[in-house]
Nanobody, 129 residues
Framework: VHVAESGGGQVQAGGSLRLSCTVS????????LGWFRRPPGKVHEGVSC????????AYVDSVKGRFTISRDVAKGTLYLQMDRLQPEDPAVYYC???????????????????????WGQGTQVTVSS
C-alpha cells in the first residue's frame, strides 16, 4: 500500500486549506481511510475517517463542522477540507489506511490510530494568528 499526502502550508486563522492523499495498492474490499495529526510535542490524534464500503464517516469533536472528509474514486484520492482553521489546528497531518477494521464496529469507522498500519509521510499545516 502506498500513501502520500500533499496540500499542507501556512494559512491565517479563520482560513482554509485542502489536504489531498493518494492511495494505491489496497486489495481489501472493506477498508478505512483516515486523517490524523501530530501537534508539536504531542502524540498522533485522530481527525476523521471514511469507510468507502458503507459511506460512513466520523470526526473528532474538535473539528466537527469545520473539516470535511471526501474522496474521488476515479482519482484514487482522499481529501480533507479544513475550514475556519484555528490556532489549535497546526500539526503534521497524516493520511493512513486500515485494511482490517475491527468487526466490533460493524460498518462504521473510527479515526483510531491503532487500526491503521499504512501511513503517509505527513504534510505540515501552520496557522498564523
Amino acid at each position: 500500500v502506498h500513501v502520500a499526502e500533499s496540500g499542507g502550508g501556512q494559512v491565517q486563522a479563520g482560513g482554509s486549506l485542502r489536504l489531498s492523499c493518494t492511495v494505491s495498492g489496497v486489495t481489501s474490499s472493506d477498508y478505512v481511510l483516515g486523517w490524523f495529526r501530530r501537534p508539536p510535542g504531542k502524540v498522533h490524534e485522530g481527525v476523521s475517517c471514511i469507510r468507502p464500503s458503507s459511506g460512513a464517516t466520523a470526526y473528532v469533536d474538535s473539528v466537527k463542522g469545520r473539516f470535511t472528509i471526501s474522496r474521488d474514486v476515479a482519482k484514487g484520492t482522499l481529501y480533507l477540507q479544513m475550514d475556519r482553521l484555528q490556532p489549535e489546528d497546526p500539526a503534521v497531518y497524516y493520511c493512513a489506511v486500515a485494511t482490517s477494521p475491527p468487526r466490533a464496529v460493524g460498518r462504521d469507522c473510527r479515526p483510531e490510530p491503532s487500526w491503521y498500519f499504512d501511513w503517509g509521510q505527513g504534510t505540515q499545516v501552520t496557522v498564523s494568528s
